[in-house]
């Protein structure tokens, strides 16, 4: 009898041992948040947040991981279908946007969406909005505002006290600017419209450079689809306005650095770019005398690209009220300021007071006062599947034209643009988006 | 007449002996059918033993070899997209889309650029440093392992590294040894027939070393007793290569053709590099294949097309190389 009670005794001691060996570590246990970002300043932004939120919530861990662009684009396509993504993801809008189309991501939740509501620009928040449902499909983080860079030194040395207003006036500033070897081969571009490069971002660069001024877009909706928006004159006077600057006045050469390498270099006079930039210039070329303007103006448009980056979580989470908690307060006030002083990104927030970064960043004022005015149109991307497809598509037809100076014949350009717009048409259609 | 030693007529008649015994044992061997009711002159346990070996090599090559390339014809004849709920048979739409697509075009004939300059140079080139390394030149191991080095670096730094070496104007090591030698600039990167043509010498660069190698060990393998019969002969030195070295290592040269053409046919690291970077780039003329299929399986999500695409890349690859063994095989026939 007493055997028998002891073997019970000691086998429930056994019992409750092993069953508080597996709950308290359990309870005990961290939530724990996986981020994925394809920016090296963000990740380092987002490692010190991180840091940061974990003193202010000790069941909380953060892990930001660091993924080259088209890696990050491969993992995604890999892992969110198989729904082993991450807690989070800081990345473009349409690189994330095919994936809440086909369900695979969380919107944002009420009351996270209702705040940023109050707290974002309405043109931004209106942007990323599914219009097929009417929810706030990711939360916008930071913003893509271009704006033109430019050497002060070398605008002092060509006598110009004033900045460019229009493009047309840009363009003769330019002339000025472009300094040429004994060969004739530019040393100096006057203006770096940057010619080449991977994926879609050269027909970004043109987007805002030149499609913008002359009011036309890369697609136009019609009804609710699309249709290739630049298959007209005022596409072809875009891409005229190039071919010009590279054959014709001959500002920029496609034989010369461009972006922000080149403006470090001090071999361009002007480029347009996003905030980052002054980072960039802050650790790299810290000598480059510079500032910024907005955009020029030109004949039928003001304005540029302003494509959102956000933060979106995946389905597959099982943190998503963690998750939305640590995302929103990565967009309070002081993580704002930080935000612009430490990575340079511009915070997608207009209605904090940067009075700080401006003592970092003297040229960060123009980007905030474009993003606050009414009268610069910014362009987001439009929310669809085949966006990406398209600008891709239409950057390789660029980079191939850039180089034509046959091209100058109205004829042979209007060829160029036409098969182009066919292209992007082609696209649409098979994604069942082309509008008759 | 030729004597026999009386141990070779021993030796003879113990095989006879041999001979006899196991032709009986054949005779009295017991019959199995197998599973085609056939007679079947392996026992049980033999077949067992075939299978238990064979089934794990079969299965396995069924796996990564066959049932992918069964699965890629499959989706190929869809519009299967990673994010796209709904996947139809869409029949041989994707491979007439092909047909129509310009940049797959060019990409096209810039892959047949690829193996038409990379082949013949890594084989010739190969061959003849390989030739000259077999001469007993001084410090031959120091030159073996110089020529195999850039085949064991990875193709990410090393593309990164040439694309500094062409960055144009003043930037970039070979246009400043250019100028320095008071020569213009090239526009190594913005004319695409160049930048397609220095792509190409990254690769060859980079593989050249393997080839020297190979050929290098068949070359070893050569009895030199040929050689020497054939200087006793009068030959010159080109004959003895010519004549001698070179049908000797046939072997490995196909084997060095078919891996230089399946190599230069999939190259794809070296132009994803040069063609990326916002600082300087060559553009999309410089696209080949793998490139494609690439975009358009991962960076488009249009899964459907790029199998389509990897299956073209596939077949042709194949199809090269069957001819390559063709016309090499004849000539050794």
């Not at chain 2, 660069?205 to 060990?217: A, D, P, Q």
């Not at chain 2, 230069?264 to 793998?290: N, R």
């Amino acid at each position: 009898m007493y055997k028998k009670s002891f073997v019970y005794l000691v086998m429930t001691g056994i019992l409750t041992v092993c069953l508080v060996g597996i709950i308290s570590p359990l309870a005990m246990s961290k939530v724990r948040i996986s981020m994925w970002t394809a920016f090296p300043e963000m990740f380092e932004f987002e490692k010190s947040a991180g840091r940061r939120y974990e003193k202010l919530h000790p069941n909380v861990e953060i892990e930001v991981t660091l993924f080259p662009q088209r890696a990050l684009d491969e993992k995604a396509a890999a892992a969110l279908p198989a729904g082993e993504g991450p807690d989070l993801i800081d990345f473009h809008k349409i690189g994330v946007y095919p994936y809440h189309a086909a369900g695979l991501m969380d919107v944002v939740p009420s009351d996270v969406a209702e705040w940023a509501r109050e707290n974002l620009p309405a043109f931004v928040f209106n942007a990323n909005v599914d219009p097929r449902t009417n929810r706030l499909i990711i939360l916008p983080l930071y913003i893509n505002v271009e704006c033109m860079y430019y050497n002060k030194d070398y605008f002092k040395e060509a006598g110009f006290t004033t900045l460019p207003e229009d493009i047309y006036e840009q363009m003769m500033y330019a002339e000025k600017l472009v300094k040429y070897d004994t060969a004739g081969n530019v040393t100096r571009a006057g203006l770096d419209l940057r010619l080449s490069g991977g994926a879609s971002g050269t027909a970004q660069k043109f987007w805002t450079q030149a499609m913008c001024p002359y009011g036309v877009r890369p697609i136009d909706p019609v009804g609710d689809k699309w249709r290739a928006g630049y298959d007209n004159e005022w596409g072809q006077k875009a891409l005229k306005y190039y071919l010009d600057a590279v054959h014709k006045y001959k500002v920029e050469s496609l034989d010369i650095k461009s972006d922000a390498e080149g403006f470090g270099l001090g071999i361009t006079s002007m480029f347009q770019r996003e905030s980052w930039v002054m980072a960039y210039l802050r650790d790299h070329a810290p000598e480059i005398n510079y500032s910024a303007f907005p955009m020029p103006k030109g004949p039928r448009s003001w304005g540029g690209g302003g494509t959102t980056i956000g933060l979106s979580v995946p389905k597959s989470s099982v943190h998503k009220k963690e998750t939305w908690a640590f995302a929103k307060w990565l967009l309070n006030d002081e993580n704002s300021v930080r935000l612009f002083c430490e990575a340079g990104w511009q915070p997608i927030r207009g209605n904090v007071d940067y009075s700080e970064v401006y003592k970092v960043f003297p040229a960060a004022r123009v980007f905030v006062e474009v993003l606050n005015t009414p009268e610069f149109k910014l362009f987001d991307y439009e929310l669809m599947p085949a966006i990406d497809e398209i600008h891709t598509r239409i950057a390789e037809r660029l980079m191939v034209a850039f180089k034509k100076p046959e091209l100058l014949d109205p004829e042979k350009l209007a060829k160029v643009i036409d098969d182009m717009a066919n292209e992007t048409n082609r696209i649409l259609a098979d994604y069942d988006l082309l509008a008759k | 007449m030729r004597l026999v030693s009386l141990s070779d007529q021993r030796k003879f008649l113990s095989l006879k002996i041999d001979m006899k015994r196991n032709t009986n044992s054949i005779v009295k061997k017991k019959f199995y059918y197998n599973w085609l009711g056939r007679p079947n002159s392996l026992k049980r346990s033999q077949v067992l033993f075939i299978l238990t070996v064979f089934i794990p090599l079969i299965a396995l090559f069924l796996i990564i070899r066959i049932i992918p390339i069964v699965t890629v014809f499959g989706i190929s004849l869809t519009n299967l997209h990673l994010i796209r709920p709904v996947t139809k048979f869409v029949g041989i739409r994707n491979f007439v889309h092909l047909l129509g697509d310009e940049q797959f075009i060019s990409s096209f004939f810039n892959s047949v650029e690829y193996v038409v300059v990379a082949v013949p140079l890594e084989i010739v080139l190969g061959l003849t440093f390989a030739l000259m390394l077999n001469r007993k030149v001084k410090f031959e191991s120091l030159y073996e392992t110089l020529y195999f080095i850039p085949y064991i670096l990875p193709m990410v730094p090393v593309a990164i590294i040439w694309k500094w070496f062409y960055t144009p104007g003043s930037f970039g090591l070979a246009n400043y040894l250019l100028g320095s030698l008071g020569l213009p600039y090239v526009p190594w990167m913005s004319n695409p027939k160049i930048a397609l043509l220095i792509t190409i010498g990254i690769h060859v660069w980079k593989n050249l070393g393997y080839f020297v190698i190979i050929f290098l060990v068949g070359l070893k393998n050569v009895p030199n007793n040929l050689r020497e019969a054939s200087k006793i002969d009068g030959a010159t030195n080109w004959q003895t290569i010519r004549l001698i070295e070179l049908p000797l290592i046939k072997p490995i040269i196909l084997y060095g053709v078919v891996m230089a053409t399946v190599w230069s046919w999939s190259a794809f690291t070296e132009v994803y590099i040069m063609t990326q970077g916002t600082d300087i780039s060559t553009g999309a003329e410089i696209q080949v294949l793998v490139y494609r299929l690439y975009q358009e399986a991962f960076v488009f999500h249009n899964m459907g097309r790029g199998c389509a695409v990897s299956l073209v890349v596939f077949l042709i690859s194949l199809g090269i190389v069957l001819l390559e063994f063709k016309i090499l095989r004849w000539k050794e026939r």
